[in-house]
């Protein structure tokens, strides 16, 4: 069984930075696609970052240049750092795995997620 875990998530002030990490039981190297998402309650889940085991990585328009996605090999982790946070970046944040099957179909896997609030 895959097991995505993410940690990091809290209250920050406007201005102020969160380092998210995933915590992945299989090798970061076994999925094709490792992303974050969020979703704030009444709204879909929306993809922040996602970092593709070959080719660039790719951030949606509201975060690029304040978000950062990074692998880690040693630990089995996909970080996220997050800078110059604003109050619209509140959110439950998940990590997310995409594998690909011999038979070609598309799985997906997901952690619990991790709570971020911006607020004064």
């Known amino acids: 069984q895959v097991q995505l875990v993410e940690s990091g998530g809290g209250l920050v002030q406007p201005g102020g930075s969160l380092r998210l990490s995933c915590v992945v039981s299989?090798?970061?190297?076994?999925?094709?696609?490792l992303s974050w998402y969020r979703q704030v309650p009444g709204n879909q889940r929306e993809l922040v970052a996602s970092?593709?085991?070959?080719?660039?990585?790719i951030y949606s328009g509201s975060v690029r240049g304040r978000f950062t996605v990074s692998r880690h090999a040693a630990e089995n982790s996909v970080d996220l750092q997050m800078n110059s946070l604003e109050p619209e970046d509140t959110g439950l944040y998940y990590c997310?795995?995409?594998?690909?099957?011999?038979?070609?179909?598309?799985?997906?896997?997901w952690g619990q997620g991790t709570q971020v609030t911006v607020s004064s």
């Open positions: 997310n795995g995409e594998r690909m099957t011999p038979s070609g179909s598309i799985l997906h896997y």
């Open positions: 299989d090798s970061i190297f076994s999925f094709n696609v």
């Open positions: 970092s593709p085991k070959s080719g660039s990585t």
